[in-house]
């Protein structure tokens, strides 16, 4: 059963919260993080893409990168812009997008339930990427940013998260520059704590949503500290990592798009042929955006034209990853007819996230790509499914929005 547990976080004083919230680390590189950064010393990129303040350093792994982010936290704490809880609380962290609403529990959760699989994955992690934020957490001796975690939805949870919010006032309430509201309510009261955290403890399974390479890094660097700490009681911070838990039913899962660099030696007549003989059925839709309308359906940009591709029944197989739409295009299309046979590793693929539209898909074909695939996005439930079934999904198949705010919480190792 799941452990959520409050902490002492770190987090921005009230005044400065909108100035220090950011995009989390890895949705942007180094130049971009700069740029967005420029002329407020309060982002919080400062600490989580710190290699920003270090202009002569080329090498965003070095160690010294990792000691000025340990730096600027401690230097924000001694200017009190950030600040640390008396006491352990959990938050809950609203964000709204276009209308929608997701409201998080914001809590700590036990390195031995993702060692266990309580903690459910659904990707594969990389190696480099891992070392990258376990040198990062360990040396900042700090959780920097959240594992972005799901559970199934369920009705206590729900029912306390909406009686707190109805009669209590957000310690910040802002919206940021791509239109996100971001609203964070303190939960300090410990009868109302231990209710929440032992109704986790009545959950079988969470979910991670978004954040693998986080939740991998900060297992790790929690086993470290068991192994430099061979006393260890089981209940020092090191034994957990932060996250922000959502129910199922709050989430939105974006697509996650395809662009290919060239038709693989075919002509576009013998490339739409070998489609079709593949098993798709094709429509020529014209010079409009195309967006599929469902399951199994797919659209294709192409020579300046959208198509509808839809998978015939025969090539959808019943097993719950094969069937999911990222791998049918895979299996049937992108693999045997344009060579692409590993999507990690193809310089010739490029991924497009949805929150990005289709027009970002006719902009590539118009500048650097051929052919690009619109794929109808993962459904919530299909990924419940592949973790219950300690399967791993293929690359790029779930873009999730908003994303959480970097900043408003660190958790003290």
């Given at each position: ?6 902490f ?9 919260a ?21 002329g407020?010393?309060y ?70 339930d ?19 934020r ?7 001796n700090?959780?920097t ?23 209590h ?11 996100i ?17 032992e ?22 660097v ?27 039913n ?18 576009e ?11 798709f ?13 469902g ?25 719950v990853?094969?069937s ?6 895979q299996n ?14 193809d ?7 949805g ?10 074909v118009?500048?650097d ?23 791993v999904?293929?690359?790029k ?12 919480f660190i958790?003290?190792?």
């Amino acid at each position: 059963m799941a452990i959520v547990r409050p902490f002492k976080a770190i987090r921005p004083d009230k005044k400065y919260a909108d100035k220090v919230v950011s995009l989390p680390y890895d949705v942007m590189n180094r130049e971009k993080a700069a740029n967005m950064a420029d002329g407020n010393p309060y982002s919080f990129l400062h600490v989580c893409r710190s290699e920003i303040d270090m202009p002569e350093q080329e090498n965003p792994y070095e160690t010294c990168v990792y000691e000025r982010a340990k730096a600027n936290i401690a230097q924000n704490l001694e200017d009190s812009i950030f600040v640390q809880e008396s006491k352990p609380v959990l938050y809950l962290y609203k964000q709204v997008m276009d209308g929608r609403a997701q409201v998080g529990i914001v809590g700590c959760v036990a390195v031995d339930d993702y060692i266990n699989n309580v903690i459910k994955k659904h990707e594969f992690t990389r190696v480099e990427k891992e070392i990258d934020r376990i040198n990062h957490f360990d040396i900042c001796n700090a959780n920097t940013e959240p594992v972005f975690l799901t559970y199934r939805d369920n009705k206590k949870i729900r029912s306390i998260v909406e009686g707190w919010i109805s009669s209590h006032t957000p310690l910040y309430d802002m919206k940021t520059a791509d239109g996100i509201e971001h609203i964070l309510w303190t939960v300090d009261d410990d009868e109302i704590i231990q209710a929440l955290t032992e109704i986790f403890g009545e959950i079988p399974d969470l979910y991670i949503a978004d954040g693998h390479h986080r939740s991998a890094s900060a297992c790790k660097v929690g086993l470290k500290r068991r192994e430099e700490n061979p006393d260890y009681t089981g209940e020092e911070e090191f034994n957990f990592f932060m996250a922000v838990i959502f129910p199922d039913n709050d989430l939105k899962i974006f697509d996650y798009n395809r662009v290919v660099k060239d038709l693989n030696g075919n002509t576009e007549e013998q490339f739409l042929q070998k489609v079709q003989n593949a098993g798709f059925e094709v429509e020529e839709k014209g010079h409009a955006v195309y967006k599929p309308e469902g399951k199994h359906i797919f659209g294709m940009f192409l020579e300046g034209k959208w198509y509808k591709i839809a998978a015939k029944s025969d090539i959808i197989p019943e097993h719950v990853i094969d069937s999911l739409d990222v791998s049918i295009l895979q299996n049937n299309l992108l693999g045997p007819i344009l060579g692409i046979e590993d999507p990690r590793t193809d310089k010739r693929i490029d991924f497009v996230g949805g929150i990005r539209g289709l027009k970002e898909l006719e902009r590539r074909v118009e500048t650097d790509m051929t052919v690009a695939f619109a794929v109808y996005p993962v459904e919530i439930s299909d990924l419940l499914a592949v973790s219950d079934n300690d399967m791993v999904m293929p690359p790029k198949s779930t873009w999730f929005e908003p994303k959480l705010g970097s900043g408003l919480f660190i958790h003290r190792l």
